[in-house]
């Protein structure tokens, strides 16, 4: 009988084990189909510093800039207020931090957003007791697929200037909106319609297109695609067993207040905040 269901057991696992493999597979595949319009795939392409560099130089039209790091999907902390993922946050040799994300919503006040992804760089690379003359440049490369502004260009960058002279005004945070619906002839546009593809075979974007080609085509790329969808496979099992303990968690809330026990009480047993109590029997 034990042996039976240890057999049982074994070929639960092996399945468990095969399905788990098949949707690494198969997200490996999704990702590599993607363009670069995609954050997901623009954080895996720009984690080669080469490309990312590449990016860096056309946007901001240098060829100075040297770039010493680049993290993809970094997550920077705030332990009193929302988390920033950013979709790539690189540092030049000059010390600038240079964020680069990719926007594909509408819905978004995006001035605001890119203000709060400059303040949480800044909260990160400030230490404590520092100067707020040591805060470095921060750049940050907003890329849309549409035009947000509306205006026909495809490079807006942020401008501050004080008074009726306009006199340049410099804190050190720069904001430039690329998209890639508006083709000028320029040199970015030109980068952004392949962004729109991402054509392994077209070589036209010089390091960008080789690490696009080897992440489409190349075994070891398909292999760092395995790697990120095993990343992100593991990471909606985590989500779905936080949100399997916290329906547990409601469900006992509403338990305990049918039988008339305490807000207070339910959120301390329950270990959530009490206003999320409250909601949950708003909702009632």
């Known amino acids: 009988m034990y042996a039976i269901a240890n ?8 399945t468990k084990q095969q399905n788990r493999l098949e949707a690494i597979r198969q997200g490996a595949e999704k990702i590599r189909s993607l363009n670069l319009l995609s954050d997901t795939f623009i954080s895996v392409v720009l984690e080669d510093i080469d490309a990312c560099q590449y990016v860096i130089r056309k946007i901001l039209g240098t060829d100075d800039i040297r770039i010493i790091s680049v993290k993809g999907q970094y997550r920077l902390l705030n332990l009193t207020a929302k988390d920033a993922i950013l979709d790539a946050f690189a540092q030049d040799s000059t010390g600038r931090q240079i964020n680069i994300e990719i926007e594909r919503r509408n819905t978004v006040d995006h001035a605001r957003r890119t203000r709060y992804y400059g303040s949480m760089i800044d909260k990160s690379v400030l230490d404590k007791g520092a100067e707020h003359e040591d805060l470095p ?3 940050i490369i907003y890329i849309s697929e549409t035009d947000l502004w509306h205006a026909g260009e495809t490079v807006y960058t942020a401008n501050k200037s004080l008074g009726k002279s306009a ?16 083709d000028d002839g320029s040199e970015v546009a030109k980068m952004m319609q392949y962004f729109k593809k991402a054509d392994p075979d077209d070589m036209s974007q010089g390091d960008l297109s080789k690490r696009v080609r080897y992440l489409k085509t190349e075994k070891g790329g398909y292999e760092k695609m395995c790697e990120v969808a095993e990343r992100i496979y593991e990471q909606g099992i985590e989500q779905g067993i936080e949100q ?21 009480i339910i959120a301390r047993c329950a270990n959530v905040s009490p206003d999320l109590v409250k909601e949950w029997i708003n909702m009632q």
């Not at 945070?173 to 619906?181: D, G, R």
């Open 7 to 14: 057999k049982k057991d074994v070929i639960k696992t092996n």
């Open 167 to 182: 006199i340049p005004y410099n804190d050190g945070n720069h904001v430039i909106f690329v998209n890639a619906a508006v």
């Open 244 to 264: 399997g303990e916290m329906t547990k968690a409601k469900e006992m809330a509403l338990n305990m207040y049918s039988n008339g026990i305490d807000d207070e």
């Open 137 to 139: 440049d921060v750049y």
